[in-house]
């Protein structure tokens, strides 16, 4: 029985599993490799009608992959907490009041 909560929880869990694999494997070519066999894996499942089945292979999963999450994982540069995120914000206005500006005819 598919139902739409088991079909998005299937699709979070591979995306995470894809995203996983990319923090541990950078090169492309490697990263391929378990992403093709990550794939193998989820299509083996997919006929998979027991509810119970279902659940019992979802927590496998999220167990998983609890387990080989990176400690560093990769972080997109402009994404939340990525190494520019608000880099570049422009100076508050309330605060360029407070200074005063810069005078070197002394």
């Not at 995203?19 to 494997?25: R, V």
């Not at 608000?86 to 200074?99: G, I, Q, V, Y």
Request: net charge positive; hydrophobic share 30%.
């Amino acid at each position: 029985v598919r139902t739409v909560p088991h079909v998005l929880r299937v699709k979070s869990l591979y995306r995470k599993s894809l995203k996983s694999t990319a923090d541990w494997y950078w090169q492309r070519d490697e990263y391929r490799e378990k992403a093709v066999r990550i794939r193998e894996m989820f299509e083996e499942n997919r006929g998979v009608s027991n509810p119970q089945e279902i659940e019992n292979l979802c927590t496998y999963t999220e167990i998983l992959l609890s387990g080989i999450a990176h400690p560093q994982p990769v972080i997109p540069p402009s994404g939340y907490g990525g190494v520019t995120w608000e880099r570049n914000l422009p100076f508050p206005k309330h605060m360029l009041n407070r200074f005063m500006p810069y005078d070197d005819s002394s």
